[in-house]
């Protein structure tokens, strides 16, 4: 199972607004032909419907209170002109509204939670510029940087060589089971200095402020950044009902859930370095040796808030701060748009970034930088109020990966080994690492 409990909740109704109604009623092509980038059938139809069943609901109980309130008034009239007939069928009348009222709202509970049911296990769709596909296959290389290492020896996986320099599987695996690790010495040294290195680039030279989080976060929140309900199966849960953050974009998007911010406070960009939980439901078989796909793992988390005209500049402005730090390490990696069919749920358009692992020669993702539009904005309730302009406006926003720590490690692991066993500390990481060059084995 994918808890670590027997508590289920459903998340708080909220209105139906992760995708616009008022856009799919007027434009219903436009939007099955977004479904259909995602590999989706079209449901524009059944969505109009439902939104049109509930708001005739909505209306018949909005008359029906006017009404109510109407008769209410009319019987102290018609009683002060002595007219009881009148009174008396206006009690009666006030009575029988009153009487059917509460099967008329908990009928508008029941169309709103199945409107909302339906658009919440719907993806964003894809921006315009967003490459067509399937698959990965359908991926499209803008870019790369660095040139992979030529070996004067067979170069070899993490998995095969780390054990020696403190990445322990075995000692993790008796207390915890599979996809754990239990790093030592050298190497938990090394893995704190990759961390450091990342926060302290990304809040001094990115411009992003540090935050700490909470580890745990309720129903909405995860709600709100589209963990729930489609990824439950992918989650840890706690026995009070709290789920463990998958990524802090959880607690660091959540920041701002609710509120109404001034336009003057934007862009907001936040950072956090904090360990992160999967269950890896959705991935059996695949990276079941080393350090790529771990139950528990730190990663350095970019988070922006911005006005929806800012967030296309925005996207690459976090992909190049994940970049960066690639480069600071001198690890090769290509830049990668991802393709329709390919992208999260909750990104209308993502950038990968893979890094070269020699030991497997190959590329293989380290980041993810998505812009999400005001997808999840609109599940979390979350605006602004532009300067001398009525009303308010869904933010957009944008996370990113700067970087995952545990895949890092094991790229420079691969990438700065040495035929002894060795492997070099990049120049990046001195300072971090007390005096220590090199890793060394030690059995």
């Not at 509204?97 to 769709?125: C, F, W």
Request: with cysteine.
């Amino acid at each position: 199972m994918a808890s670590i409990g027997l508590a289920r909740r459903e998340p708080r109704r909220h209105s139906p607004a992760m995708h616009d109604i008022r856009l799919i009623r007027e434009n219903p092509q436009a939007f099955d032909a977004g479904l259909a980038r995602r590999g989706l059938e079209p449901l524009s139809a059944q969505i109009v419907a439902a939104d049109a069943a509930l708001r005739a609901l909505q209306t018949d109980i909005q008359g029906s209170l006017a009404r109510r309130n109407e008769a209410s008034k009319l019987i102290g009239q018609a009683m002060a002109q002595g007219d009881k007939d009148k009174a008396e069928a206006l009690k009666a009348e006030v009575a029988e509204l009153k009487t059917a009222l509460p099967a008329k709202e908990e009928a508008e509970r029941e169309q709103l939670g199945a409107l909302q049911d339906m658009l919440a296990a719907l993806p964003n769709i894809p921006a315009d510029d967003v490459p067509d596909g399937a698959d990965e296959e359908s991926n499209v290389e803008i870019s790369r940087w660095g040139t992979p290492r030529t070996f004067d020896f067979a170069p070899q996986e993490h998995a095969d060589f780390a054990p020696a320099l403190g990445l322990d599987f075995e000692t993790a695996a008796k207390m915890s089971g599979a996809r754990f690790a239990f790093l030592k010495g050298q190497m938990a040294r090394l893995e704190r200095a990759l961390g450091q290195y990342m926060i302290d680039r990304q809040t001094i030279e990115a411009g992003y402020t540090e935050c700490a989080t909470p580890l745990m976060v309720r129903d909405e929140a995860a709600y709100g950044t589209t963990q729930l309900p489609k990824f439950r199966e992918d989650l840890f849960q706690t026995t009070d009902g709290r789920w463990l953050i998958s990524t802090s974009e959880m607690s660091l998007t959540n920041a701002v859930r609710e509120e109404i911010l001034p336009e003057a406070a934007l862009p907001i960009r936040m950072t956090a370095l904090t360990p992160c939980f999967r269950s890896e439901a959705g991935s059996a078989g695949r990276d079941t040796r080393g350090y790529i796909r771990q139950h528990q793992f730190w990663k350095v988390e970019l988070v922006s808030i911005v006005r929806p005209e800012d967030s296309d500049a925005e996207l690459e402005r976090k992909t190049r701060a994940a970049e960066s730090i690639l480069e600071g390490l001198g690890l090769p990696y290509r830049k990668m748009l991802l393709c329709s069919g390919d992208m999260g749920f909750a990104a209308r358009k993502t950038y990968d970034l893979e890094v070269w692992l020699p030991g497997q020669n190959a590329y293989r993702e380290i980041s993810s930088c998505s812009n999400c539009g005001d997808f999840q904005a609109r599940r979390m309730n979350t605006r602004f109020r532009r300067e001398d302009v009525k009303g308010n406006e869904f933010v957009h926003t944008l996370n990113g990966s700067g970087l995952a720590v545990g895949r890092t490690l094991v790229a420079i692991l691969e990438n700065y080994q040495q035929a002894d066993g060795s492997v070099i500390v990049p120049d990046a990481l001195l300072p971090y690492m007390g005096g220590i060059t090199h890793l060394s084995p030690t059995s």
